[in-house]
């Protein structure tokens, strides 16, 4: 039967194998009279009955009992029937690798092994999903794997030494998971609709609902040319249509960033120069202009430690009864990893391939930044352009080739990791561009198809 991977991760709990992904499920569940329900339908109903909403049992795991006087016992109870839900939606019936996050305590993993024993999950191998994202970006320097969950980010500390990765721990940051940033931004979308419509969608259970259950839909319009996210919310009685100042919501999710990053700072002092995170962190609004100078910042594809896992099933798979988490792997002969074929004597695996502009990757090669107003700022296949004041019309050219990614400035002066230069100049991972010193920077990031 076909391999299974499950990444355990509550924002999104994925199932795939070798044709990708199969099935996505929330860490949320609902209990509506004697029945469970689970993932999505329990998501956009959690909302409306918050005292019968759980959204904590795969963070919270344990056997603790449960005082909500309903049939749950405990958190566990919970688990369980969500891992049955993910058989039934992913269609499961043998073998699984489960990547499972590093911040799982020994007792919490027994208790998921416990589990899926009696479920139709059979469970072969277990790896820490940080190292799998190592592997999967083909980290070859002491890096930082950003796993962004429901209610925490979790940074796991990888290191690499003769071609083995290892997981040597993680810091747990609290309070910044995406549910941390919903709630924000929910509340700014709701100032937005008192201020324009005297219309408040979290003083009624179900326009709340709708008010998150629109967030991603909205987010998902986020344009960078624009000042504002036009927001629509339909009630029975009227259309309510409201402006979300840009820079308002973003200014409004500095206090999580700047937690975030405080933690990170310390890390990147420490040596760990390369950061890895997952899409749904680097697409939140703001968030990539606000780290800290990395060296090298890579953001993983969906299917990413899912494929990774795949790809070095033979090196996790336990062959006897007693399963061991896999904290340490060799990282070369994975599928989609550079070979020593693939790489020139500097190194094209540390190119970087786009630029965050506005919050939003642009790649880099044949492309021109190009000096305009700033109600034209935007960035398309051929061009960035950016409010440069009285600067030429055109700032630099940017070329890949075999030797790495440049720019050429021609005889124009510009900031290159707030260092005045000139000319023909290459551009690493991590580097930000700015043309003014005041003005908005590039950062150069690597996307990896994997």
């Keep these: 039967m076909t391999l299974k991977i499950i990444e355990l991760n509550d924002g999104a709990i994925k199932v795939g ?22 993932g999505e339908r329990a998501e956009q109903q959690a909302r409306l009955q918050p005292t019968k909403s ?41 073998d699984v690798v489960l990547a499972v996050p590093g911040s799982f305590s020994s007792q919490q993993l027994a208790i998921l092994l416990g589990l899926a024993k009696h479920s139709p999950v059979n469970p072969i191998g277990v790896i820490d999903s940080g190292l799998a994202a190592g592997v999967a970006a083909s980290a070859n320097v002491p890096s930082l794997i950003i796993d962004f969950q429901l209610h925490q980010i979790v940074v796991t500390k990888l290191t690499s030494s ?40 979290q003083h009624n259970a179900e326009y709340e609902q709708l008010l998150y259950n629109q967030m991603p839909l909205w987010l998902s319009q986020y344009d960078d040319s624009q000042t504002n996210l036009v927001l629509e919310l339909k009630t029975r009685d009227a ?55 990395f060296k090298s910042v890579k953001v993983l594809q969906d299917d990413a430690i899912i494929e990774a896992c795949l790809g070095h099933a033979e090196k996790i798979v336990t062959h006897s009864d007693e399963i061991h988490l896999v904290r340490s792997l060799a990282a070369a002969g994975g599928p989609k990893v550079a070979s020593a074929a693939d790489k020139t004597e500097l190194g ?46 055109l700032l630099g050219e940017i070329t890949v080739n075999s030797n790495g ?23 690493c991972l991590g580097d930000q561009l700015q043309f003014t010193t005041q003005g908005e920077a590039l950062t150069a990031i690597q996307v990896q198809n994997v």
């Design 348 to 393: 094209t695996s540390e190119v970087p391939t786009h630029f965050v502009f506005q919050n939003r990757a642009v790649a880099l090669n044949g492309i021109q930044i190009r000096n305009t107003v700033t109600t034209e700022r935007v960035a398309n296949a051929n061009s960035i352009n950016v409010a440069a004041g009285d600067l030429p019309s």
């Design 54 to 94: 759980y959204n904590k049992y795969w963070h919270d795991l344990s056997m603790e009992p449960l005082n909500h006087g309903n049939h749950l016992r405990h958190t566990a109870d919970i688990a369980f029937a969500h891992l049955l839900h993910l058989a039934e939606i992913g269609e499961i019936e043998s």
């Design 162 to 201: 003769n071609g083995l990765l290892t997981s040597e721990s993680v810091v747990q940051i609290p309070g910044v998971g995406s549910q941390n940033f919903i709630s924000l931004m929910m509340q700014q979308a709701t100032d937005s609709f008192i201020q324009q419509c005297r219309f408040n969608p």
């Design 17 to 38: 194998d070798h044709s990708g992904i199969v099935a996505s499920s929330p860490g949320f569940a609902l209990v509506v009279g004697n029945e469970l329900v689970l």
């Design 405 to 427: 990614a440049f720019i050429d400035g021609g005889k124009l002066e510009f900031y290159l990791n707030l260092k005045p230069v000139k000319g023909l100049q290459k551009i």
């Design 239 to 293: 259309l309510h249509v409201a402006k979300m100042p840009k820079e308002g919501l973003i200014a409004s999710l500095q206090g999580h960033y700047k937690k975030i990053n405080q933690e990170l700072e310390p890390l990147l002092a420490g040596g760990y120069s390369s950061l890895i995170l997952n899409k749904d962190l680097a697409s939140l609004p703001g968030y990539m202009a606000s780290l800290p100078h």
